[in-house]
């Protein structure tokens, strides 16, 4: 379970850099298509590639959050897991600790006289 948890978390971690990485698609097609618009002669080819830039940037993004959030999920499930298990050792423990055998109260043997 340990073992999932940290593959979970190191998609997790991969999945973030993946969006940053979305995201700074995202601002360079952003600032290429300023440029184009900006340009003198409003420059056609900058802008398209500037829409190809953006289209690819947000794809990688909803791809990117979409994945993060099954990891997340997933990653919750396990932790639910492991919480249930580390109760179940717990009260294993505590039920084992308080099964010690009671004292019995039975008379003490008589002892026979001998004459």
Known sequence: MHEQLAEQVQLETVQMAEQETARLLIAEASQKLSAAVQGTANNLQGAKVAQAILS??????????????????????????????????????????????EPTLEPAAKKRKLH
């Open 56 to 101: 690819a940037g947000n794809a990688k993004l909803n791809a990117s959050t979409k994945q993060l959030a099954d990891i997340k999920h997933e990653k919750e499930k396990i932790e639910e897991k492991l919480r249930k298990l580390e109760r179940t050792v717990v009260d294993k423990k505590r039920t084992a600790g308080s099964a010690m055998p």
